[in-house]
Each structure stands twice: as structure tokens, then as C-alpha cells.
């Protein structure tokens, strides 16, 4: 009869957080962009509103370049200086912050998770059907999130995608994401399904990463 191993048990590493988190304005800023480019998009003419958009967008332009740092490397590392800017989290929720990327929901349990995701207008390639690149960013996003809430992310290696069916705009899908990890590689299949429908199917690899071998972020500065 064997005996019980005595090896103690590794302690939870942690979410994987490299970055710092955006700020809620800019959280409410990024899906009104996307909802508001969808609907410009649809515009059968010209719309005054939509000019008046531009104006307003322009001033805005305008006044965040005076108050944008001047260089627009992140500050990261011990070469970091004040001018540069400040490097958000990318390992979650891109989208809750910046309009180019897809916005989802996903809980995570162990090494596996599930989600859900409606694909915007903005987000049309042929006609009422979701650009295919759109898909390949989605699927690394949700990888790479799920990745980051175990604890053990890295470097994507490959991503492999089979585009079974086309993915239909403004439609709740639900995805479903399964990850396995050796010494050295971490592999996550995502499927992409409407209702039971399969649409797509990824498979990426990451080369397992070492938190401690990242370069130090600076934090968000006050206000001078």
C-alpha cells in the first residue's frame, strides 16, 4: 500500500494581473462608441447628429492631446520615465475599455469556462455576419482571460481556427473554453456556439510565462 505523498500544496498563485485597471469613464466611454458606430453605420444619408458627433469629437481630440502624456510608450520596466503613459490590464476585459475589442461575460471554473457573447454591428463583415478577425481576437481574448484567472498565463505560440458556420450578428452566443497545461505549454480549445449550434472552434497554445520574469508596471499617477 502506498503512502501519502508529504509534498505540500502549491499555493493559489492568483489571478494573473499585469497592469493597471481603466477608469470607469473610460469603461463607460468604450460601448457607447461601439453602439454609436453601429448605428452611424446604418444611416441611410448624412445625419446632422452624426456631424455634430464629429465636431464634438474633434474639440475632444483636441483637449485630450493637451492632456495626453507626450510619449506614448507604456511606462514599464526601470527605464520607465513620467512622460511616458500608463499600461492597462490586457489579460480581461479588453473590451470593457477599449471599443475595438469584443465585450463578453465569462465565469471561470478551474480548467474550464463558459461565457456569453453578442457580437455588434460594428462588428459586421459580410452582410449580417461577424468579420472572421473579429472571432480570432475574441477567441485570444477569452483564452487569455481565462488563462489570467487561473493564474498561469503566457506568450500565445499558435492559434488554430475552424470557422464551421457563419456568426450572425447582434445574437447571444455562448461559448465554452477547456485548457490543459504541461511544463511548458498551456493549450485551450473555445467553441462558439448558437444554441447548440457549433459556429467556430479554436485552439491556441501559449508558452507557459513566469509572472516573475515581468518587467514592473508603474502605477497611475494623481492628478498634479
Do not use: K
Request: hydrophobic share 35%.
Amino acid at each position: 500500500m502506498g503512502r501519502e505523498s508529504t509534498e505540500p500544496t502549491p499555493p493559489d498563485p492568483g489571478p494573473w494581473i499585469f497592469g493597471e485597471a481603466p477608469l470607469p469613464q473610460t469603461c463607460e466611454l468604450a460601448p457607447l462608441l461601439r453602439r454609436v458606430a453601429g448605428l452611424a453605420v446604418s444611416m441611410e444619408e448624412s445625419e446632422p447628429v452624426v456631424a455634430r458627433l464629429i465636431d464634438d469629437l474633434r474639440r475632444a481630440e483636441r483637449d485630450l492631446l493637451v492632456r495626453a502624456p507626450s510619449d506614448p510608450a507604456p511606462r514599464l520596466g526601470e527605464s520607465a520615465r513620467p512622460e511616458q503613459r500608463v499600461y492597462l490590464d490586457h489579460g480581461r476585459d479588453i473590451g470593457a475599455y477599449n471599443p475595438g475589442f469584443p465585450e463578453y461575460e465569462i465565469a471561470v471554473d478551474g480548467s474550464r469556462a463558459i461565457g456569453t457573447v453578442t457580437f455588434p454591428l460594428a462588428f459586421e463583415g459580410p452582410p449580417g455576419i461577424v468579420h472572421g478577425g473579429v472571432i480570432a481576437t475574441f477567441f485570444d481574448c477569452v483564452i487569455q482571460h481565462h488563462n489570467c484567472e487561473i493564474g498561469q498565463a503566457g506568450r500565445t505560440a499558435t492559434l488554430q481556427i475552424r470557422y464551421r458556420r457563419p456568426t450572425p450578428v447582434g445574437v447571444a452566443l455562448r461559448f465554452e473554453l477547456d485548457r490543459e497545461v504541461d511544463e511548458r505549454r498551456i493549450t485551450s480549445t473555445v467553441r462558439l456556439l448558437h444554441d447548440e449550434e457549433l459556429l467556430s472552434v479554436a485552439t491556441m497554445e501559449a508558452v507557459a510565462g513566469d509572472r516573475r520574469n515581468l518587467p514592473h508596471v508603474s502605477p497611475r499617477r494623481g492628478t498634479p
